[in-house]
């Protein structure tokens, strides 16, 4: 007789933000590989989500594809009930939605502030929020909320996206501390450079100069962002909580 080989996720539930590029793809995929049925969130492209859905599928485990700006609050409440509607639970919560307004402080307009914190910080309140209430009558889930070096060690250009990052990572720490006597883990994880469509198509110096940062002398690319997601959402992490996770090839030390 052959052994079954259980996967690290399996049967779990997971819902990751931003899920159709970059690294939240390559968690939902990742994800779905180790035995987990998947909910993703999306803005715009329903084309995307439709091929990440067959792809998941594939698999043999279940998808679902939620369009939904995880800034606004009431859509947060609306996902979550979604997920539960279909699978009658929730595992797993990836805080991953994300974007960049890139300018100098002096230069920064107001909105460039309020997009970036909104979409990057305020939707990790919104999501984590909504999704802890049935964690909490589980008394069992985990959370992994997607940071930066950036909110570790700053970049000029960058006021309004390291405040966000750095954010995530106080929040996160404080979520960790008040839900552990639930079972509900929460940690972040912090990429450095990574391969992806927000870093494809900056200048060349500006990519030697971030190259030239990291000691093992390359980016990262997306799927090994996710194995560290797998890895913090599986038991093999079950002890571990409020911590912050770089993954970048030695950029922080």
Not at 38 to 65: D, K, P
Not at 79 to 103: H, M, P, S, W
Not at 128 to 151: H, L
Request: overall charge neutral.
């Amino acid at each position: 007789m052959f052994a079954v080989i259980m996967k690290l996720l399996q049967d779990k539930v997971a819902l990751i933000t931003g899920g159709t590029r970059g690294i939240g793809r390559a968690i939902v995929l990742k994800f779905a590989a180790q035995g987990a049925n998947v909910v993703f969130t999306y803005r715009s492209s329903a084309s995307h989500a439709e091929n990440l859905i067959q792809e998941v599928q594939a698999m043999g485990v279940q998808a679902l594809g939620i369009q939904a700006d995880a800034a606004d609050t009431t859509m947060a409440d609306k996902v979550i009930d979604e997920v539960l509607q279909k699978f009658g639970k929730l595992d797993i919560l990836i805080n991953n939605a994300g974007i960049t307004r890139d300018t100098l402080l002096m230069r920064m307009k107001e909105s460039d502030w309020d997009d970036v914190i909104n979409t990057n910080l305020k939707s990790v309140f919104n999501l984590t929020k909504s999704a802890i209430k049935p964690m909490m009558k589980q008394r069992n889930g985990v959370i992994i909320n997607m940071s930066s070096v950036i909110g570790i060690m700053g970049n000029a250009g960058q006021a309004n996206y390291a405040a966000s990052k750095a954010g995530i990572i106080g929040f996160s720490k404080s979520v960790a501390k008040e839900l552990a006597s639930r079972n509900i883990r929460c940690n972040v994880i912090a990429p450095g450079w990574v391969k992806t469509e927000m870093t494809h198509d900056l200048p060349q110096n500006v990519i030697d100069q971030m190259l030239n940062m990291i000691p093992l002398g390359r980016a990262a690319e997306p799927d090994e962002i996710a194995d560290c997601a797998v890895f913090l959402a599986s038991d093999m992490a079950k002890y571990i909580t409020a911590q912050v996770i770089c993954v970048d090839g030695g950029m922080v030390s």
